[in-house]
Each structure stands twice: as structure tokens, then as C-alpha cells.
């Protein structure tokens, strides 16, 4: 169980951060993606486990199949031209962020009714500063989605999706499965028949 929350949270890595996931892409250039029409699943799934198909797998599985068929492919039972595959990781990271931070300091004047102790008090004639330290743990989650040409046995596309893990995400985790695979595969060669009309 917790592997597959792991995982989960991994997979979350998309929909929260206001910035958004990160998303690399890598591919043949030399494919000629549109000769693809069919598609179907590594067996087992790098997000299965010890046999089993895991919640995760299934979410990642219906995710990717409806982003797929928007591209004109089709789900093949045997045989597939190509063939997808998952992998998630959730690491604990850890953000440290200095900042300067002013305080007041006094002014130069000798406190005789000099010319200079207009300066003292509240006016410094030059600031002292100190360093504020702030240590802030966070998880990140990585997913990445493998396309591989069956018949030759290759990778011809992966996309890599990575983001800060955040409790609305884990809350709201199908949402969060679909928005990142839709963030990967909007680099995908190919892009769904409905936008190419």
C-alpha cells in the first residue's frame, strides 16, 4: 500500500503547483509517427506490482488510452504497433532559501549637537543585514510514459512529467493522473484528430 500511495503521489505531480509540471520530451525524429493505428500495454506495467495490476496502472492505462485514440490510434488486444509503459517515483527533496533580512542600525554622530547626529536613531547611514535561513521539505513526483515500437523493440517517445506533490493533489488523484498525462502528451508528434480539423 505504500508503494502504491507512493506512486499515487508521484503521479500528482501535475495538477497542483500554480506553475505548472515540468515536461521534457524525447523522440526519434526519424519516425514517421501517423504510420501508427495501433496501440496496447507493456505487460507487466512498471507501476504494477508483485503480479498485480496496481489502482495507479489502471488510472495511468485509461488516461493514456483516451489521449491516444484522440490521436486516430486504437486499442489492439494482440499485436499492437506500439507499446506503452509507465514508471513513477516520489522523492523527498528539500528547498533552502536565504535571505537577506535588514535590521536598523544606528547612525554615525557623536551625540553633541554634532553635524552628523541627525543621524542617529531610527536613520542609519548604512543598514546591517543578517541572513534568514528557511528550510522547507517537499516531495516531487516524476512520471514517465514510454512509447515503444513493438516490432522493432525501441523507444520512439517519452514524455516526462515532474512537479511539486501537494495535498490538494493527493485529494483530488484522477484528476491529478489525467492532467498529467494530458501535460505529456500535448508534445506527442501526433495531435489529436479534433484539433488537426
Known amino acids: ?28 525524429q526519424t519516425t514517421n509517427f501517423t504510420r501508427y493505428q495501433t496501440f496496447g500495454f ?12 496496481t489502482i495507479l496502472s489502471q ?35 528539500v528547498r533552502v532559501t536565504v535571505m537577506p ?12 549637537g554634532s553635524y552628523y547626529d541627525y543621524r542617529m536613531g531610527m536613520y542609519g ?17 516524476t512520471l514517465n510514459i514510454d512509447v515503444v515500437d ?4 525501441q523507444l520512439v ?6 512537479d511539486v506533490v501537494t495535498q490538494k493533489m493527493l485529494d483530488n488523484l484522477q484528476a491529478s493522473i489525467d492532467a498529467a498525462v494530458a501535460a505529456a502528451f500535448a508534445q506527442y508528434p501526433v495531435q489529436p484528430v479534433s484539433k488537426l480539423k
Not at 547611514?125 to 513526483?141: C, F, S
Request: net charge neutral.
Open 1 to 28: 500500500m505504500k508503494h502504491l500511495l507512493a506512486l499515487a503521489s508521484a503521479l500528482l505531480i501535475l495538477g497542483g503547483c500554480a506553475s505548472g509540471p515540468e515536461v521534457r520530451v524525447e523522440y526519434d
Open 42 to 53: 507493456a505487460n507487466p506495467l512498471g507501476t504494477d506490482r508483485d503480479g498485480y495490476q
Open 125 to 141: 547611514a548604512w543598514p546591517l543585514y543578517h541572513d534568514q535561513t528557511l528550510v522547507t521539505p517537499y516531495k516531487e513526483g
Open 157 to 162: 517517445w517519452e514524455g516526462v512529467v515532474t
Open 59 to 93: 488510472r495511468l492505462v485509461a488516461a493514456s488510452r483516451r489521449e491516444l485514440e484522440a490521436r486516430g490510434l486504437r486499442l489492439a488486444s494482440s499485436n499492437p504497433q506500439l507499446l506503452v509503459n509507465f514508471n513513477a517515483a516520489l522523492t523527498e527533496k
Open 150 to 153: 513493438a516490432a522493432r523493440k
Open 101 to 112: 533580512s535588514p535590521m536598523i542600525g544606528m547612525g554615525v554622530g557623536t551625540g553633541f
